[in-house]
């Protein structure tokens, strides 16, 4: 709903629509908008609080026109999904997995060799202490 940036009466119409579609023994309990809207509201807890912000620019007409802004900061972020337990054991801390895009394609982000190689051996030796 989010994504496809759909309005209320669109969002209420597609509750409508799967739950004329739903079987199975569990109930579908989001019957409208304002289910949804609560349920996110439960959730939020759960992700990082974003920071709002307002930006004001003159428009064509010079009539000043107000955008909000919301915002986390990137270490925060990274930091918040290290710390979830579904998500922070997936992450990979081996250079030789770094990739960079290009433009075109993607690239190993460490490509000399010697580097390379250095980490290497400190992967693969994890009992050492450097």
Known sequence: ALEA????????????????????????TLNEYSDLCSTWWSASHCM????????????????????PMYYCLL???????????????HFIFDAMHLFK???????HFIDEQCVENGCRQLSSDSTTIY
């Open 5 to 28: 940036a759909l309005g209320k009466e669109q969002i209420n119409c597609f509750l409508k629509l799967i739950k004329s579609i739903h079987c199975g023994s569990d109930l579908f």
């Open 48 to 67: 990082m609080a974003f920071k709002k912000e307002i930006f004001c620019i003159d428009g064509i007409d010079d009539e000043p026109h107000e955008f």
């Open 75 to 89: 270490m925060d972020w990274a930091t918040n999904l290290l710390k979830h337990p579904g998500v922070g054991p």
């Open 101 to 107: 895009f290009n433009g075109s394609t993607f690239v």
